[in-house]
């Protein structure tokens, strides 16, 4: 199976940058994707990690480091609207398929 | 404007009754997801399915039924077996089960009287 661990609440102000970790356990590893939810809203896509190293899109940055087992996401230049949940998910073989697991979440509160 | 529906936005149901929580996809996609999230635990996977006529179970499938007869369509049945349904009810599909991607509805959330 798939277990995840982030943080469960981090804090920042406007204008700052903010670094969400997430560590994970697989028995198979087929990446590490981020999501982004605002209360009582669905879960929005937001990056993915196949290979080690930073993928970039515009204000978020998401890294992987397969041998640590450990990945984070990186929000640059925090907006008021950034105050979200953050999920990380790895997806993982289970019964000849690939299912995701997705981490408890991390809420991100912006201050002004 | 392609995308997941989910009906109903807020569904009540009493003790002993089943219900069928509606999701539906014009996006294509051959893999569909269910998923339960209660506060503080993510989300958790009940059942998916990769391809029509055919699911698997996830990780809490217990007390939930699927169907998948129509590529566009995966309802989930909550039934009574389920011990403690109420909670935040979110459907999701990919294009394939191994692309990373999952586009999600806008959910239903149950709540047992």
């Known amino acids: 199976g798939q277990s995840l661990e982030q943080p469960s609440e981090v804090t920042a102000v406007e204008g700052a940058i903010v670094q969400i970790n997430c560590t994970y356990q697989t028995s198979g590893f087929y990446g590490l994707s981020w999501y982004q939810q605002h209360d009582g809203g669905a879960p929005t896509f937001l990056s993915y990690?196949?290979?080690?190293g930073l993928e970039e899109t515009g204000r978020f940055s998401s890294f992987l480091s397969r041998s640590d087992s450990y990945g984070y996401l990186l929000l640059q230049e925090l907006q008021m609207k950034d105050s979200a949940s953050y999920f990380c998910a790895v997806r993982g073989p289970s019964g000849g398929s690939y299912i995701p697991t997705f981490g408890r979440g991390t809420s991100l509160i912006v201050h002004p | 404007d392609g995308g997941i529906t989910q009906s109903p936005k807020y569904l009540f149901r009493k003790e002993g009754q089943n219900v069928t929580l509606s999701c539906e996809q014009n996006?294509?996609?051959?893999?569909m997801y269910w998923y339960r999230q209660d506060p503080g635990q993510g989300l958790r996977l009940i059942y998916y399915s990769q391809i029509v006529n055919d699911f698997q179970k996830g990780d809490i499938a217990e007390g939930y039924s699927v169907s998948r007869e129509k590529k566009e369509s995966f309802p989930l049945t909550v039934t009574s077996a389920q011990k403690n349904p109420t909670a935040f009810y979110l459907c999701a599909s990919s294009i394939g089960e191994t692309y990373n991607e999952q586009f999600f509805g806008p959910g239903t959330r149950l709540t047992v009287l």
């Open positions: 996006l294509n996609h051959d893999a």
């Open positions: 990690n196949g290979l080690d």
